[in-house]
Nanobody, 126 residues
């Protein structure tokens, strides 16, 4: 099994920034993709970004995240980060860390990910 724990959420003003962190433990050798989803009240869970933990380090972003958010990895320590800049009220959501095995193609669908953290709240408000 793999356990995921997120941290770094909080309350920020519009235009501010946050860095989220996700720590993986357990059988981390069994995962190759780690990513971030978010879910606002009344909305579907939405893909944000993902990265391969293997050597190619390919990254993937949603349209809303591209240009403002950056995902990065620390493979030896089984961690991924999400740097969020220029935050907007529309970014308010619970942000979840997710992980998957060795897919041929990185998915943007939540149902394709096997492991999930409990989420961390991000609130963007003035």
């Amino acid at each position: 099994q793999v356990q995921l724990v997120e941290s770094g959420g909080g309350l920020v003003q519009p235009g501010g920034y946050l860095r989220l962190s996700c720590a993986a433990s357990g059988r981390t050798f069994s995962i190759d993709v780690m990513g971030w989803f978010r879910q606002a009240p009344g909305k579907e869970r939405e893909f944000v970004a993902a990265v391969r933990m293997s050597a190619d380090a390919w990254t993937y972003y949603s349209n809303s995240a591209s240009g403002r958010f950056a995902i990065s990895r620390d493979t030896p320590n089984n961690r991924v980060y999400l740097q969020m800049n220029s935050l907007e009220p529309e970014d308010t959501a619970v942000y979840y860390c997710a992980a998957d095995g060795f897919p041929r193609q990185v998915s943007t669908e939540a149902s394709d990910y096997e492991y999930w953290g409990q989420g961390t709240q991000v609130t963007v408000s003035s």
